[in-house]
């Protein structure tokens, strides 16, 4: 019997243990020890202040050869060591149905200094192209008319190409009401489901949370 298996598997193996077909784009993201409004919490995850979101994530790909890239470091955005001033955090990338870009989140920046606290940093839509081919050099632009000094999160390409996210942007732009904070806990939270159409700017509130 124990024969019968191993040849089994042996049978099996080009299928068991074959590399995916695909190319995979994943994020490297910082640890944070606390787990209350930080960034892999359930809630209110979306600030982008250092003590809840570490500076040190990249955007990767791996290629169905299994060749890995940091695609953020190929687009000039990030850098090693310290991580002050120029720092980077990415979060959450959604492919386009054609496969040829991808948008995702970056915070961009980080405090200077020690007790430095007027840099002031959000998570904004980022789109990547030029990145399916491993030779090339990957673009990074910042998507054109969304909320600008919110913390936007969680993009996926509607079918129409309007881009749908999280924000915590209030849901009439009035900055006194800024942030928004929950029933619960009285920490800052999202506003809800946003849409936007990058090309035209028109953005409206799919449901107010």
């Given at each position: 019997?124990?024969?019968?298996?191993?040849?089994?598997?042996?049978?099996l193996a080009p299928t068991l243990?074959?590399?995916?077909?695909?190319?995979?784009?994943?994020?490297?993201?910082?640890?944070?020890?606390?787990?209350?409004?930080?960034?892999?919490?359930?809630?209110?995850?979306?600030?982008?202040?250092?003590?809840?979101?570490?500076?040190?994530?990249?955007?990767?790909?791996?290629?169905?050869?299994?060749?890995?890239?940091?695609l953020t470091r190929a687009?000039?955005?990030?850098?090693?060591?310290?991580?002050?001033?120029?720092?980077?955090?990415?979060?959450?990338?959604?492919?386009?149905?054609?496969?040829?870009?991808?948008?995702?989140?970056?915070?961009?920046?980080?405090?200077?200094?020690?007790?430095?606290?007027?840099?002031?940093?959000?998570?904004?839509?980022?789109?990547?192209?030029?990145?399916?081919?491993?030779?090339?050099?990957?673009?990074?632009?910042?998507?054109?008319?969304?909320?600008?000094?919110?913390?936007?999160?969680?993009?996926?390409?509607?079918?129409?190409?309007?881009?749908?996210?999280?924000?915590?942007?209030?849901?009439?732009?009035?900055?006194?009401?800024?942030?928004?904070?929950?029933?619960?806990?009285?920490?800052?939270?999202?506003?809800?489901?946003?849409?936007?159409?990058?090309?035209?700017?028109?953005?409206?509130?799919?449901?107010?949370?």
């Amino acid at each position: 019997m124990s024969r019968l298996i191993v040849l089994t598997l042996l049978a099996l193996a080009p299928t068991l243990f074959a590399g995916p077909t695909n190319a995979i784009l994943f994020v490297t993201q910082v640890t944070i020890p606390g787990d209350f409004t930080s960034v892999g919490s359930v809630f209110g995850n979306h600030r982008a202040t250092p003590d809840s979101c570490g500076r040190g994530g990249d955007l990767y790909i791996r290629y169905p050869d299994g060749a890995v890239k940091n695609l953020t470091r190929a687009a000039g955005f990030g850098r090693y060591g310290a991580q002050h001033t120029n720092g980077i955090a990415v979060r959450q990338p959604a492919v386009h149905w054609s496969g040829k870009k991808a948008v995702f989140s970056m915070v961009v920046g980080a405090t200077k200094y020690q007790y430095d606290y007027n840099s002031v940093s959000y998570w904004q839509l980022y789109e990547i192209t030029n990145f399916t081919d491993a030779a090339a050099v990957p673009v990074i632009t910042k998507v054109p008319n969304q909320p600008p000094n919110y913390n936007n999160i969680s993009p996926i390409y509607g079918t129409d190409d309007r881009i749908i996210f999280t924000s915590d942007r209030p849901r009439n732009g009035q900055r006194h009401l800024y942030p928004q904070l929950d029933e619960y806990e009285e920490a800052p939270t999202v506003t809800g489901l946003w849409s936007l159409d990058p090309a035209s700017g028109d953005l409206f509130l799919l449901n107010h949370a």
